[in-house]
């Protein structure tokens, strides 16, 4: 099956300055590529989604950029705020019928 | 505007009880995924799910284990005999089709097992 990696783990940053989530994926067959944001005692909420046949999306102050070649993908928060603070998920699908999870970063985005 | 609906938000049972958790999706979407949740880890699939079908249970336990999605009404992700290893947290998430549809959650049940 699919295996997916999350790095860093913790990432803590300066209000204003920018946050960068790195994961890599292990099949070449994945084609869809979610980021969740998941606050404490809530679900993860879908912030942005990257397809396979796209290199690059953004949405306001957040982008994904997608390397099928290397097989990694990055989630760009730009502008931080404190209120951006939370763990962030990647994950990857195959077919779209199961979601393959990083192991999540926690951040911190001090005032 | 409702979103992926989940109850109990926290369920305690003591070793060998059953817990039922229920889930009901977003509106107009028929497809269901269940999740699993230890602290500080990410979500693990269990079962994909379809109105009156089970369309992969790839990540579910073989025993104690069970998901339906009836016709009418949530879909229920059942354990029996619970034992301590069963404690986390179960996601539900709904999508309006299959294939790379945009997967939404609900915000959880918390099972804890004394």
């Known amino acids: 099956g699919e295996n997916v990696e999350q790095h860093p783990s913790t990432l803590s940053v300066q209000e204003g300055d920018s946050a960068v989530i790195k994961c890599t994926y292990s099949?070449?067959?994945?084609?869809?590529f979610p980021w969740y944001k998941q606050e404490l005692g809530k679900g993860p909420q879908l912030i942005i989604d990257?397809?396979?046949?796209?290199g690059e999306k953004k949405d306001q102050r957040i982008a994904v950029t997608l390397n099928k070649t290397a097989k990694h993908f990055s989630l760009h928060i730009t502008e931080t705020q404190p209120e951006d603070s939370a763990v962030y998920f990647c994950?990857?699908?195959?077919?779209?019928?199961?979601?393959?999870f990083g192991t999540g970063t926690s951040l911190t985005v001090i005032p | 505007n409702a979103g992926v609906m989940q109850n109990p938000r926290h369920l305690v049972r003591r070793r060998g009880q059953e817990a039922r958790l229920r889930c009901s999706p977003m509106?107009?979407?028929?497809?269901v995924y269940w999740y699993r949740q230890l602290p500080e880890e990410g979500l693990k699939f269990m079962v994909y799910?379809?109105?009156?079908?089970?369309?992969?249970e790839s990540g579910m336990p073989k025993e104690r284990f069970s998901a339906e999605f009836p016709k009418e009404g949530p879909s229920i992700l059942r354990i029996q005999q619970v034992v301590r290893g069963d404690s986390a947290a179960y996601f539900c998430?709904?999508?309006?089709?299959?294939?790379?549809?945009?997967?939404?959650f609900g915000d959880g049940t918390r099972l804890s097992i004394l």
């Open positions: 994950a990857a699908s195959i077919e779209g019928n199961q979601f393959y």
């Open positions: 799910l379809q109105k009156e079908n089970i369309i992969d």
């Open positions: 509106k107009g979407h028929s497809h």
């Open positions: 998430a709904s999508s309006p089709g299959a294939n790379n549809q945009p997967q939404h």
């Open positions: 990257i397809r396979s046949n796209v």
């Open positions: 099949d070449s067959a994945s084609n869809y």
